[in-house]
C-alpha cells in the first residue's frame, strides 16, 4: 500500500521540440539533464518502465484516431515527446513495444547510458503503409553502469507449434555491484477481439513462459509488454499460475490492503476511433514473487487529465500510458542495503 511514485505530470518542450537537426541538444539541455527526483537508485532496485509507444506508421496512417490532431502525430515533435517521458522516470530498464524508430532511440537514449536491443515483428503491419521506417518491434534498453548484459534472445511466438506475427526480447542482465542475475522480457501479443483471437494471445503467452523457463528458470524474472488482453481473459491467468515462476502482476498488488482480490487499474490506454471510445486495461508487468516486493508504481493521469480526446494528443504521444514499476531485489536487499 505504497505512495505513487511520482505525481505523473507531462512537462512540454514547447517551441523547442526540435524542429531542428540541433533538436536532441536542445533535448538535453532542457529534459535530461533534469535531476531524477525519487527515483530509487540501488543495487537491489530495479526500476522497470513498460510502453507501447505506437508505432509512427500506425499511428499517423493506420489507427484513425479520429479526436487526435494531426499535428500531434508528427514525427520530428512527437519523438521528443517519447523520449522526455521515457527519461523523466529514469528507469533501469526500459521494455518498448511498436518501436519503429529504434535507431533514433538507440543514438538519444545512448547519450543517456542506455543500450538496448531490438527485434521486428516478421510481417509488420507497418511495412504496408507509404513512407513507413521499417517493421515495428519490440525494444528492451538497460542502463549500461547498473548491468552488465550476459545475454539477449529474441523469440518469434509459437501458435501450436507454428510461427505467428508476434515476437518477444529477452535479456539476462547482471546488476554489477552484486553480481545478482535478472531475466526481463517484452512481448507484444496479437492484437483485436474475438475468442480465437483470445486463444491464439494464450498461446503465445505460453510460449513465452516456456521460453523463459526453459532459458532462464530459477532467476529473478520480469515480463511485461501489452498483451492485448483483458484481465479476463485466458492469457493473464496464465501468466499469473505458472507453476514455477509463481509471478504476479505489479500493478495489481498496489490496491487497498481490504480488496479481497488484486486489481489491475481501471486502464492502460484509452483512445477514441471511428468505432468508438477503447478504454481499457490489456499492458502489464509481471514479476516472480519469490524474487521481488513491488516498491512503488507511477499512477495513471486522470480522465480529466488526459482530456476529452483521450489519448494520443500533444501531451501523450502514444495511445498508451507508460507503466513504471519500483522493484525490490529480496535476496540483495536482506542485509538491509
Ligand atoms: P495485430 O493484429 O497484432 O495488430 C497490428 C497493430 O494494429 C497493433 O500494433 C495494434 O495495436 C493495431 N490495432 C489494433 N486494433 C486496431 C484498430 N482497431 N485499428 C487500427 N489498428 C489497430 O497485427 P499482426 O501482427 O497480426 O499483423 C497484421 C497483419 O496484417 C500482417 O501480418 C500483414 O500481413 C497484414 N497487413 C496487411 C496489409 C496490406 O495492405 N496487405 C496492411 C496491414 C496489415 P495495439 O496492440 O496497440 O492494439
Ligand atoms: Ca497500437
Known amino acids: 500500500n505504497l505512495p505513487p511514485l511520482v505525481k505523473r505530470s507531462f512537462r512540454r518542450l514547447q517551441g523547442q521540440s526540435g524542429d531542428t537537426p540541433d533538436g536532441v541538444r536542445v533535448l538535453q539541455w532542457n529534459v535530461l539533464s533534469r535531476v531524477c527526483g525519487e527515483a530509487v537508485s540501488s543495487p ?7 510502453w507501447n509507444v505506437l508505432s509512427q506508421a500506425l499511428g499517423q ?31 533501469d530498464v526500459i521494455c518498448l513495444q511498436e518501436v519503429d524508430h529504434f535507431n533514433f ?73 552484486t553480481s545478482q ?17 483470445s486463444t491464439l494471445r494464450n498461446e503465445q503467452g505460453k510460449d513465452l513462459l516456456d521460453f523463459v523457463t526453459s532459458h532462464y528458470g530459477g532467476r ?24 514455477s515462476l509463481r509471478m504476479a502482476s ?3 498488488t498496489t490496491g487497498d490492503v481490504s480488496d479481497a482480490a488484486p486489481r489491475e487499474p481501471p486502464y492502460t490506454t484509452w ?19 519469490d524474487s521481488f516486493s513491488v516498491e512503488a508504481v507511477l499512477d495513471f493521469p486522470t480522465g480529466e487529465e488526459i482530456g476529452e480526446g483521450r489519448v494520443p494528443s500533444f501531451g501523450y504521444p502514444s495511445d ?13 536487499c536482506e542485509l538491509g542495503s
Open 44 to 50: 537491489c532496485h530495479v526500476r522497470v518502465l513498460q
Open 250 to 252: 505489479a500493478y495489481a
Open 271 to 289: 483512445k477514441i476511433r471511428e468505432e468508438g471510445e477503447v478504454c481499457h486495461t490489456i499492458d502489464y508487468v509481471f514479476y516472480s514473487l
Open 105 to 177: 532511440l538507440k543514438t538519444v537514449l545512448g547519450t543517456q547510458g542506455y543500450r538496448g536491443a531490438f527485434f521486428p515483428k516478421p510481417d509488420s503491419p507497418c511495412l504496408y503503409i507509404k513512407g513507413n521506417n521499417g517493421p515495428d518491434g519490440c525494444a528492451i534498453f538497460f542502463k549500461e553502469d547498473k548491468f552488465e548484459l550476459l545475454k539477449v534472445e529474441t523469440r518469434v511466438l509459437e501458435v501450436w507449434r507454428v510461427q505467428s506475427n508476434q515476437v518477444a526480447v529477452v535479456m539476462l542482465l547482471r546488476i554489477r555491484e
Open 181 to 197: 542475475e535478472i531475466c526481463v522480457a517484452t512481448t507484444h501479443l496479437k492484437a483485436r477481439t474475438g475468442a480465437l483471437l
Open 61 to 91: 496512417m493506420n489507427d484513425n484516431f479520429v479526436c487526435c490532431p494531426d499535428e500531434a502525430l508528427e514525427w520530428r515533435s512527437r519523438r521528443y515527446h517519447i523520449i522526455e517521458e521515457i527519461v523523466e522516470y529514469c528507469p
Open 220 to 243: 529473478p524474472v520480469i515480463i511485461c509488454g501489452d498483451f492485448n488482453a483483458e484481465p479476463t481473459e485466458p492469457v493473464y491467468l496464465t501468466l499469473l499460475s505458472h507453476q
Open 320 to 332: 498508451h500510458f507508460s507503466l513504471v514499476c519500483d522493484f525490490r531485489l529480496k535476496s540483495a
